[in-house]
């Protein structure tokens, strides 16, 4: 027993020896030079620009900021917001800057936005983990936003995914786990 212990440590320090480090795969992409990528105040930037428009207080302004920041063939991905809204999975939650922007800002604001990371993701997009409470607050919600950028500084698209049971409790859905049990449980 003790040979293969030792056989079995062996093969695993050799393993991770061999691995590839970190640096392997993060190499530089030929294709978008180093200047011309999003760099982390640029990821930040949008982020906190796409924050203003969901808080939205002055809605005027918030249009505004939403118009500078949504390129024109804007299209929103979200099976969280799927399953919510009873839409089929996979498919496009909003088409057009327009739909995207009205939906938003004739909506309530969302006030508790935390930014937990940002940060670029390739040369073209923005990936954001966020948490925020809503609604009736009982259960804070994390998620992440992956923004595709385009040429114009605008963002393309957008992928969206989150906590939609806790989003779903918060603004008034009920739910039972399989046990019968009312969530949520905090």
Known sequence: ??????????????????????????????????????????????????IAVLNHPDVKAANATAQDLIGDNFFEESDSINMLAGHPLGSVTFSGKQNYINGVLF??????IET??????????????????????????????????????KIADMFVEFNNIGWGIDIGFTTTNPGGKKLPTA
């Open 1 to 50: 027993m003790k040979f293969f212990t030792a056989v079995a440590s062996l093969a695993l320090a050799s393993a991770v020896t061999a691995a590839p480090s970190w640096m392997d795969w993060a190499s530089n992409d030929d294709d978008c030079p180093q200047d011309t990528c999003l760099q982390q105040s640029d990821a930040e930037d949008i982020v906190n620009r796409f």
């Open 107 to 112: 909506a309530p604001s969302i006030d508790d």
């Open 116 to 153: 937990i990371k940002v940060m670029p993701a390739g040369c073209s997009n923005v990936l954001w983990y966020w948490q925020m409470i809503i609604g009736s607050r009982q259960a804070p919600v994390k998620g992440f936003n992956l923004f595709e950028i385009d040429e114009d500084g």
